[in-house]
């Protein structure tokens, strides 16, 4: 008999291919304050030592039936880091990135002439990554396996080097400039991924976390987002492309169709069918339930509501239920239940 670990993969493969299947799939995205909720990891020790980082996650997946994979974590800092963006870390220990001083001040892209794609084996929180992956393939227990570190969309690199709000407003005031850094982050990435390439033998798929792309209007969307995620992967024609965009993303939601992306997890804003709708069918969608609420249920509640959400989902296994954002504080017992009104919930 399979196990649930099992049920679960075989499921969100069938739903990626867009072949029926007995039932919907679970997805949670883990993140490093998720795994430091559950074990109460030191972080410290787990962005900078390897064996705490496969230890902690280990634990806190073996506590939901070993449904996850190991991953090397650095946050959202990996390729930033590389380019000059400034790491810092906040009293509980969190990591994020912030602007380049001289991306920041840059007043167009003559002033970005000495901007180079960055190496990611160098003295950067890419290398660390690495390092890490490298770790967890040559020690993964058995019955897990080891995904690529998390892309960034280049948007969002982009917006960590220069600024938010600055970015943004780049994009009509000088597109020049937002060119040029997103050249040199497109080019790091694709040294990110293949040096990932060169240790896992193959990249099945990469989960590409792009949620200030959104700030864009549709048009935008398509002209400076779309042509960089193909820049990036027609480098990698046999990789799959997975979205994690639970910004308020409605309005491209019919450009994420249309960018290759074979799964998105979206904000649960959009109601499932709406989301279908606006995809064509042609996404696995991730998502239907607020993370705020799965916080705040119990796990009979919790339980009750994936049903209710299930039955939204009409039957169509294109819908995968998850969270749509992040799982940080989600009880272990609400996540357990996820997984088991979806495994018990079938699709005639």
């Known amino acids: 008999m399979s196990t649930l670990r099992e049920r679960n993969l075989r ?146 690199v982009g917006a960590m080097l220069r600024g938010i709000s600055d970015f943004c407003a780049d994009t009509i005031s000088e597109p020049d400039l937002v060119n040029k850094i997103l050249d040199v982050v497109v080019e790091t990435q694709i040294r990110f991924l293949k040096a990932q390439e060169k240790i896992l033998g193959t990249l099945h798929h990469v989960l590409v976390a792009d949620d200030l792309s959104a700030f864009l209007n549709e048009q935008s969307f398509r002209e400076i987002i779309l042509p960089r995620y193909e820049q990036i992967f027609k480098e990698f024609p046999n990789t799959q492309r997975w979205l994690h965009n639970d910004s308020t993303a409605r309005h491209v939601a019919t450009a994420i169709a249309d960018s290759g992306m074979v799964a998105w997890q979206y904000l649960p804003d959009i109601a499932p069918q709406d989301a279908l709708e606006l995809t064509r069918g042609e996404v696995t969608l991730l998502g239907g339930l607020s993370p705020l609420d799965l916080q705040k249920w119990t796990a009979e509640e919790t339980y009750e509501k994936c049903i209710e959400t299930l039955k939204s989902f009409g039957g169509n296994n294109r819908c995968v239920l998850a969270a749509g954002g992040s799982i940080n504080q989600v009880p272990i017992e609400n996540l357990k239940a996820m997984f088991k009104a979806a495994d018990d919930y079938k699709i005639d």
């Open 11 to 156: 499921r969100l493969q069938e739903s990626i291919a867009g072949k029926k299947s007995d039932g919907h799939a679970v997805f949670h995205f883990y993140t490093f304050p998720f795994f430091q909720s559950v074990t109460g990891v030191n972080l410290d020790d787990y962005f900078h030592k390897p064996e705490v980082t496969l230890q902690c996650q280990y634990e806190a997946l073996e506590l939901l039936d070993g449904i996850g994979n190991l991953v090397p974590d650095m946050g959202s800092v990996a390729e930033a880091s590389g380019l000059g963006s400034i790491v810092l870390f906040d009293k509980k220990g969190f990591i994020s990135a912030h602007p380049n001083p001289k991306i920041a001040e840059a007043f167009d892209a003559s002033d970005l002439d000495w901007l180079e794609p960055a190496d990611p084996y160098g003295d950067n929180y890419m290398a660390k990554a690495l390092t890490t992956l490298q770790y967890m393939v040559a020690h993964c227990p058995e019955g897990y396996r080891v995904n690529p570190h998390p892309l960034m969309g280049p948007f969002t």
